[in-house]
């Protein structure tokens, strides 16, 4: 029989788990050294709108605080898929960071059969900053005042309506498609390419609806030019406390163009729970948060394990939903 020195198996045991230890750089050590180099805070749009101009208000507060520079940079356009890839397939070290929204983590994977990334896979979450509520606006011309109204008109006056959108598969488009389908509308969706041009569109006579943010509607309802019916998230916002949510007639109903940060799955715990306090701290600066309020963003600043719930159920909200859309990409 072969004996086994317990005490002598328990010593080697000891030294290899050692060893191990000392092969790997302590948590600690890894958030305190990062970063290390200029950071890329890729932004899949153009300069101007509300993910840029978060991107550089949080990018500026960071190079301040963490001693690199936090650089932006846009990767606009084909639905923000080429900007998610290079992010997803970036070293996961926390030296690139992805300023993503709703439509790079939830709509894209409902709508494309194939994608270069796995939302819910290839990136670590590190908070959901805030969102941007989206209103239903009607010309003045049809008198409506809340959502009762229009879809009174609607059912009185089916497939005589119609509405502009972002573009087939936006948020826009997928919300109201969903309120139709809810409430059993015949509404015709009109797309265009992004608000620049739906806007303009609702304000020249081209529809009669229109779906888009506080921001871009604003100045023409002031003018008297259209009235805001109805906004699409689960409450009323500070912008038009006035306008009824949807969900007071659909409950549960809850819609908004949601921006958040990821960097790529596998970036050190220690370095995303860092980035996620530095961030989180620069958006509750008053220059961040009053800018930010300005443009129509409700400030949200979760941790990185609620947002990555808010992924997760997203996901299975969007599969639904833009299925009922009818918009999908082979």
Not at 122 to 148: E, H, K, R, T, Y
Not at 298 to 308: D, K, R, T
């Given at each position: 029989m072969k004996i086994v020195d317990r005490s002598s198996r328990r010593a080697v045991f000891a030294a290899l788990a050692a060893s191990l230890l000392l092969a790997l750089p302590p948590l600690a050590a890894q958030a305190q050294n990062y970063p290390s180099k200029t950071v890329r805070m890729i932004v899949p749009y153009a300069p101007g709108g509300a993910p840029d101009v978060l991107a550089r208000l949080v990018g500026q507060q960071l190079s301040e605080s963490m001693g690199q520079q936090f650089l932006v940079e846009n990767r606009p356009g084909a639905g923000g898929i080429s900007a998610a890839e290079t992010a997803a397939k970036s070293p996961a070290d926390g030296h690139v960071i992805f300023f993503s929204d709703i439509q790079h983590l939830a709509i894209n994977p409902a709508m494309f059969n194939k994608l270069p990334y796995d939302p819910a896979k290839d990136f670590a979450p590190v908070m959901l900053a805030g969102s941007i509520p989206l209103f239903i606006a009607a010309q003045s011309s049809l008198n409506l005042n809340n959502l009762a109204d229009l879809v009174a008109y609607a059912k009185?006056?089916?497939g005589k309506l119609s509405y502009g959108s972002?573009?087939?598969?936006?948020?826009?488009?997928?919300?109201?498609e969903s309120l139709k389908a809810a409430l059993g509308l015949d509404i015709v969706h009109v797309p265009y390419k992004g608000a620049g041009q739906s806007v303009p569109a609702f304000i020249g006579g081209e529809v009669p609806l229109v779906v888009s943010a506080y921001t871009?509607?604003?100045?023409?309802?002031?003018?008297?030019?259209?009235?805001?019916?109805?906004?699409?998230?689960?409450?009323?916002?500070?912008?038009?406390?006035?306008?009824?949510?949807?969900?007071?007639?659909?409950?549960?109903?809850?819609?908004?163009?949601?921006?958040?940060?990821?960097?790529?799955?596998?970036?050190p715990p220690a370095i995303v729970s860092r980035l996620s306090a530095e961030i989180g701290r620069a958006l509750k600066s008053p220059e961040v948060s009053q800018k930010l309020g300005a443009m129509g963003v409700v400030m949200i600043v979760s941790s990185p394990e609620s947002y990555a719930e808010n992924i997760r159920n997203n996901l299975q909200v969007f599969a639904r939903a833009v299925k009922i859309s009818g918009a999908k990409v082979e």
């Amino acid at each position: 029989m072969k004996i086994v020195d317990r005490s002598s198996r328990r010593a080697v045991f000891a030294a290899l788990a050692a060893s191990l230890l000392l092969a790997l750089p302590p948590l600690a050590a890894q958030a305190q050294n990062y970063p290390s180099k200029t950071v890329r805070m890729i932004v899949p749009y153009a300069p101007g709108g509300a993910p840029d101009v978060l991107a550089r208000l949080v990018g500026q507060q960071l190079s301040e605080s963490m001693g690199q520079q936090f650089l932006v940079e846009n990767r606009p356009g084909a639905g923000g898929i080429s900007a998610a890839e290079t992010a997803a397939k970036s070293p996961a070290d926390g030296h690139v960071i992805f300023f993503s929204d709703i439509q790079h983590l939830a709509i894209n994977p409902a709508m494309f059969n194939k994608l270069p990334y796995d939302p819910a896979k290839d990136f670590a979450p590190v908070m959901l900053a805030g969102s941007i509520p989206l209103f239903i606006a009607a010309q003045s011309s049809l008198n409506l005042n809340n959502l009762a109204d229009l879809v009174a008109y609607a059912k009185a006056n089916p497939g005589k309506l119609s509405y502009g959108s972002s573009g087939v598969g936006s948020i826009h488009h997928i919300a109201m498609e969903s309120l139709k389908a809810a409430l059993g509308l015949d509404i015709v969706h009109v797309p265009y390419k992004g608000a620049g041009q739906s806007v303009p569109a609702f304000i020249g006579g081209e529809v009669p609806l229109v779906v888009s943010a506080y921001t871009a509607l604003a100045p023409y309802i002031r003018s008297g030019k259209g009235k805001l019916v109805a906004v699409t998230n689960g409450s009323r916002v500070p912008q038009a406390p006035e306008v009824g949510p949807v969900s007071e007639l659909v409950p549960g109903f809850n819609y908004s163009s949601e921006m958040g940060i990821v960097v790529p799955a596998g970036t050190p715990p220690a370095i995303v729970s860092r980035l996620s306090a530095e961030i989180g701290r620069a958006l509750k600066s008053p220059e961040v948060s009053q800018k930010l309020g300005a443009m129509g963003v409700v400030m949200i600043v979760s941790s990185p394990e609620s947002y990555a719930e808010n992924i997760r159920n997203n996901l299975q909200v969007f599969a639904r939903a833009v299925k009922i859309s009818g918009a999908k990409v082979e």
